[in-house]
DNA sequence: AACCAGGCGCATA
DNA sequence: TATGCGCATGGT
């Protein structure tokens, strides 16, 4: 993978493992968007970014310092994922999956906004979580540029009642939003302590809170706490490793690339060959 | 017009 | 440990 500095611009180019469509639309996130002209436009760690994909280059439309200090780590680019697919690659499943999966890369996402969107996530379809995340961003976080807010951190939502939260449509679900936001704006939940923690510790901790449960505290340990041994199972990857795996299979022996292999397992599942034998079903 | 969504928490056996 | 249910809302 190469990266050349411009004044205006980064260029990535020289990898496979690259794909904003599948980075964006694999599940992990909720608030990128994808213009017309096919460049696609975010707001994450109180910016917003622009970037486009031409010609098996990505084009970061940001300077060098704003790249190095923020986006090189939060698409996760100092790791080799073409190694991290030949690894997982360990059964004729694994290899399609993986191979079809290419270009998927796991964000290094805030961790508060990661809580707050799985937990918004559950037993909800990805349109609606869309929605109210843009909605509790627009309501209650700050205007950026080009239309885009940032997300309200635990102290702008601690205060608030689930009445405030009325507009967001969020449903049962907003209760369990001001509650979190209480417990780390207190520090009753020290969520950075729990990057260092061991996976149970830190999933301890995370369940702890109301509304989170096993799946939502996976989430958040593989998408904001850099816990890449996490391993969530939702509905998708309960038919995907029933279908296609023992019944008695251990995440964890793909061991710290667990969180990489269950993202190319539920990708693979929902999107590609791996998922059409459910729809006929 | 139903069905169900990247669940959770609680009750019951 | 396993299974069932209600929970708010609305996308498909």
New binding site residues.
């Given amino acids: 993978m190469e990266i050349k500095f411009f004044d205006d611009r980064v260029i990535v180019s020289g990898t496979d493992d690259f794909s904003a469509g599948k980075i964006f639309d ?3 996130c909720f608030r990128w968007v994808r213009s017309p002209d096919g460049s696609w436009t975010g707001s994450a760690l109180g910016r917003v970014l622009r970037l486009r994909e031409e010609e098996g280059s990505v084009i970061f439309e940001c300077g060098k310092e704003e790249f190095l200090g923020v986006w090189h780590d939060y698409f996760d680019l100092g790791r080799d994922y073409a190694a991290l697919r030949k690894r997982l690659s360990v059964s004729e499943y694994m290899e399609r999956a993986c191979g079809f999966g290419a270009g998927i890369r796991i964000l290094r996402q805030d961790a508060w906004e990661a809580l707050c969107t799985f937990i918004i ?9 869309t ?1 109210i995340v843009d909605r509790l961003c627009r309501i209650f976080g700050d205007e950026q540029e080009g239309g885009f807010c940032s997300f309200p951190g635990p102290e702008r939502l601690c205060g608030l009642s689930e009445r405030d939260l ?1 507009p967001l ?4 679900r907003a209760s369990y939003i001001i509650s979190a936001a209480r417990s780390v704006a207190s520090g009753a939940l020290e969520l950075e302590a729990l990057r260092s923690c061991d996976a149970e510790t830190a999933e301890a901790a995370l ?1 702890a ?9 996976s ?1 958040v340990m593989l998408f904001g706490l850099g816990h890449t041994e996490a391993f ?6 309960r038919r995907a490793l029933r279908d296609n795996f023992g019944p008695g299979f251990d995440p964890s022996v793909f061991g710290p690339d667990a969180g990489f292999a ?2 190319y397992i ?1 990708y693979y599942s929902r999107w590609g060959r791996g998922g059409e034998r459910y729809v006929c079903d």
Avoid: H
């Fill in positions: 694999c599940g992990q996530s559950q037993c909800n379809n990805i349109a609606r979580i929605g009325e449509r969020a449903g049962y369940t809170l109301p509304g989170v449960g096993r799946k939502v505290a989430c969530p199972v939702d509905t998708w990857m269950q993202q539920f």
